[in-house]
């Protein structure tokens, strides 16, 4: 199981002696994974999965400080990367807002929700689709402003043949990312890129290679928990990004 290679271990006994047995760590993740993919709050975990939800809740916060999620999401692009399945030959990066339920770091008012407070997702995807990069911000952020560090959060991934590899060979964007400092810091980088140029190019002339990013975003939101942003710490939003990720690439992986 790809969960147990990033999993921290845990102690086999209390040290102070007695207490309830734990629950295991399969049975805290696919509670987990419940709240996740339900959106259901963390009261409402049905007692059918073993653990109480207090205790599905202190397992997620520890796992997330640990990044735990991160490393699940890295080792399954590596386990697709080391097949083959990635396809790095035309990536694309947007991004995609949501309303948040509670102030917080990473929230601000969102300018395309009547200034409502929110937080944005950002995210570079492989030509079929598959997250290669996550990150979160404010809602009020400019999308032009997310990918630098984007590009650089590509972790290198295994190849089926070759030294990893973590820069995409063409980077489709649309009229968000349209500055000049941008195909210049991607040139350097030996990437091309295809951004649309504004009050010159309609975005619609990249949609046939900018819908798969589009159509992510749609799997990232079959995730209910991601449809608003209930979490105040950042780091429990950004690991319910990663978990909405990884069950992404995890689904291919299981093909």
Do not use: E
């Given at each position: 199981?790809?969960?147990?290679?990033?999993?921290?271990?845990?102690?086999?006994?209390?040290?102070?002696?007695?207490?309830r047995r734990r629950g295991g760590d399969r049975e805290t993740l696919a509670a987990i994974i419940f709240v996740a993919t339900w959106g259901c709050t963390w009261r409402q975990l049905p007692p059918v999965f073993g653990p109480a939800w207090p205790t599905v809740y202190r397992r997620f916060a520890q796992w997330s400080r640990d990044r735990v999620w991160a490393r699940l999401h890295r080792v399954i692009r590596d386990e697709l990367g080391g097949r083959g399945e990635l396809d790095w030959s035309r990536c694309a990066?947007?991004?995609?807002?949501?309303?948040?339920?509670?102030?917080g770091?990473?929230?601000?008012?969102?300018?395309t929700d009547r200034g409502k407070v929110g937080s944005k997702i950002h995210l570079?995807?492989?030509?079929?689709?598959?997250?290669?990069?996550?990150?979160?911000s404010a809602?009020?952020?400019?999308?032009?402003?997310?990918?630098?560090?984007?590009?650089?959060g590509i972790p290198p991934?295994?190849?089926?043949?070759?030294?990893?590899r973590r820069r995409p060979a063409k980077l489709h964007g649309d009229k968000g990312y349209?500055?000049?400092?941008?195909?210049?810091?991607?040139?350097?980088?030996?990437?091309?890129?295809?951004?649309?140029?504004?009050?010159i190019e309609s975005s619609e002339r990249l949609g046939r290679h900018r819908w798969v990013v589009e159509r992510t975003v749609?799997?990232?939101?079959?995730?209910?928990?991601?449809?608003r942003r209930y979490e105040r710490k950042a780091e429990h939003f950004l690991a319910f990004t990663a978990i909405a990720a990884s069950l992404i690439n995890y689904r291919r992986h299981a093909r």
């Open positions: 199981m790809l969960f147990r290679r990033v999993v921290p271990p845990r102690a086999a006994k209390r040290p102070q002696g007695g207490g990066i947007d991004s995609v807002s949501m309303r948040a339920g509670k102030r770091p990473l929230t601000g008012p969102n300018p570079i995807t492989d030509r079929n689709g598959l997250p290669l990069s996550l990150g979160i809602a009020n952020m400019h999308d032009s402003l997310g990918l630098q560090p984007l590009v650089r991934i295994r190849t089926r043949r070759g030294p990893r349209d500055y000049d400092h941008l195909r210049r810091w991607l040139r350097k980088r030996g990437i091309r890129h295809r951004i649309a140029r504004k009050g749609s799997w990232l939101a079959g995730c209910r928990r991601l449809h």
